[in-house]
């Protein structure tokens, strides 16, 4: 009942601002795009907390065209919609566009993605994509996928890098997955004849496994343990932990668990070639600042945990 409440008010307090939008004070006035704002940070907040599937289903429903609107509004791609805190909103660096996502929480086992490329253009461009990533799991690290099929996932950072063929950008996302694994993923965004295409044969992998370029990098490891995936600014590529197979938990099966190296990709000519080892330096001990049980006198003074030698 209170998250159906919340629903509730959440729609009556959207209703209730569209009718007061022209009644502005001198000391606040208020734009149409900071309504649409409110009430999205209030829809974004149900998606993410609300306890019934239906309601966040609902939520998701309304947020959709109340989105849409607000990016109808004049200037709406520099406005920064600071309070949708569950939304994840990508710039490139150099400003073309940005990348709208976010995540629904059906069950354990299912997550649906959401997003949007908003183009930076004087009237609205926008680009809604649709998660079909149930349906694409064959030859995954190798498809050209367009906008209506597109392998969904929440983006947190995003890259750009030239190639012969022109300006691409690297996504690079997480996908909830199933109860026991997870997933990030390095994407691939162009545009061929203004649209939108996700997927591009850039990843090299010079080993047999891998003999042809692959269009996406996808990791799938153990929800029991955390897999760094990102683009480093000191090192100059993209790096990414090591996984090997274990068996994971009860009813789990075979996962992959970081082995503590890392593999990359450097940028060449348009590509990027896979490091297969980042870091070589080996240390025959972990680091300290003094041997630890050599010495009895300063053992036998040591407190414990609780303060007790």
Not at 280 to 297: G, L, M, T
Request: net charge negative.
């Amino acid at each position: 009942m209170r998250s159906f409440f919340l629903l509730v008010l959440c729609v009556f307090l959207a209703k209730s601002i569209d009718a007061q939008v022209d009644i502005v004070t001198e000391e606040q006035p208020r734009s149409q795009i900071e309504v649409y704002e409110d009430t999205l940070g209030l829809l974004s907040f149900l998606i993410v907390n609300d306890s019934l599937e239906e309601n966040r289903f609902l939520a998701v429903k309304k947020f959709i065209p109340t989105l849409v609107n607000a990016l109808k509004e004049p200037n709406s791609f520099n406005y920064p919609f600071e309070r949708l805190q569950s939304v994840s909103i990508q710039y490139p660096a150099d400003s073309t566009f940005r990348i709208f996502t976010w995540q629904l929480y059906v069950d354990k086992d299912d997550y649906r993605y959401y997003g949007a490329i908003q183009m930076n253009s004087d009237s609205l461009k926008l680009f809604p994509l649709l998660d079909r990533s149930f349906q694409i799991q064959e030859e995954l690290d190798y498809k050209s996928l367009p906008p209506e099929q597109w392998y969904g996932s929440l983006y947190y950072n995003i890259r750009d890098f030239d190639t012969p063929k022109g300006r691409k950008y690297l996504l690079f996302g997480f996908d909830g997955y199933s109860f026991f694994n997870k997933r990030k993923v390095v994407d691939v965004l162009s545009f061929n004849q203004d649209k939108p295409v996700f997927g591009a044969p850039v990843f090299v992998n010079a080993s047999p496994s891998a003999p042809r370029p692959k269009s996406r990098v996808v990791l799938t490891y153990s929800a029991e343990t955390a897999v760094k995936l990102n683009y480093d600014e000191h090192l100059d590529l993209v790096i990414f932990d090591h996984l090997i197979q274990e068996m994971g938990l009860a009813g789990q099966g075979p996962t992959q668990l970081p082995d503590g190296s890392y593999e990359g990709y450097k940028l060449e000519n348009g590509q990027w070639m896979y490091v297969e080892k980042v870091f070589h330096q080996v240390s025959e001990e972990a680091p300290r600042e003094e041997p630890v049980f050599n010495d009895k006198k300063k053992r036998k003074n040591r407190k414990n945990l609780f303060g007790q030698r």
